[in-house]
């Protein structure tokens, strides 16, 4: 699997946009890239996933550059309740995909 | 439509003794995968488990642990004579299919302490 980088910790202002990067320099064609948070010691919660495209949802936009060696996460108007800690992840297809391989990930401090 | 669940959601048990983990994937969800969080760690994958059958146990201690996922009932995680060095939160996550597109979703996790 491609292995990721992340900045180990960062704050938002609330109600600002929150841009989480991830750098994923040795992606291959056909892996995903996957964010999922962690709110204190609670289940991890899956957020957002894309292939090639930006993606968005509900909760954030999704931003990969055209070479796919780095995307952004975004969390567009940043709340108290979204104080986590942020995981990127870069997810194979095929056979061990299933596996989720969490790193260190972002420690995100929102700030009133 | 309920999430994943898990229970207990605190479990403590003395050394030696047997801790039993129950997982309740989220309805339609038949994939069912257990990932270990020790304190101050991220969360590494033990084991990967269809209905009846065990497809990747890669992530699994070879002694004391094992898990099932019968036709019927939820998922187990067992750990037979536990040691301190099993004190952690233990996350089940449920998907719908296997392949790399399937988010997982996961459930609140059992804490387990060893004293």
């Known amino acids: 699997d491609a292995k990721t980088t992340q900045p180990p910790s960062m704050d938002c202002a609330e109600g600002r946009a929150a841009n989480l990067p991830c750098n994923h320099s040795?992606?291959?064609?056909?892996?995903?890239v996957y964010w999922y948070r962690q709110i204190h010691s609670q289940g991890p919660q899956y957020i957002i996933h894309?292939?090639?495209n930006n993606e968005t949802n509900e909760m954030a936009s999704l931003i990969i550059t055209e070479d796919r060696k780095s995307s952004t996460l975004i969390l567009p108007h940043a709340t108290l309740r979204d104080t986590a800690v942020y995981y990127c992840i870069v997810r194979l297809t095929g056979a061990g995909s299933y596996q989720l391989t969490f790193g260190k990930g972002t420690k995100l401090s929102v700030i009133p | 439509n309920a999430g994943v669940m898990q229970n207990p959601r605190h479990l403590v048990r003395r050394r030696g003794q047997e801790a039993r983990l129950r997982c309740s994937p989220m309805?339609?969800?038949?994939?069912v995968y257990w990932y270990r969080q020790l304190p101050e760690e991220g969360l590494k994958f033990m084991v990967y488990?269809?209905?009846?059958?065990?497809?990747?146990e890669s992530g699994m201690p070879k002694e004391r642990f094992s898990a099932e996922f019968p036709k019927e009932g939820p998922s187990i995680l067992r750990i037979q004579q536990v040691v301190r060095g099993d004190s952690a939160a233990y996350f089940c996550a449920s998907s719908p299919g296997q392949g790399a597109n399937y988010e997982q979703y996961f459930g609140p996790g059992t804490r387990l302490t060893v004293t």
């Open positions: 894309g292939l090639k």
């Open positions: 488990l269809q209905k009846e059958n065990i497809i990747d």
């Open positions: 309805k339609g969800h038949s994939h």
């Open positions: 040795t992606i291959s064609g056909n892996e995903y």
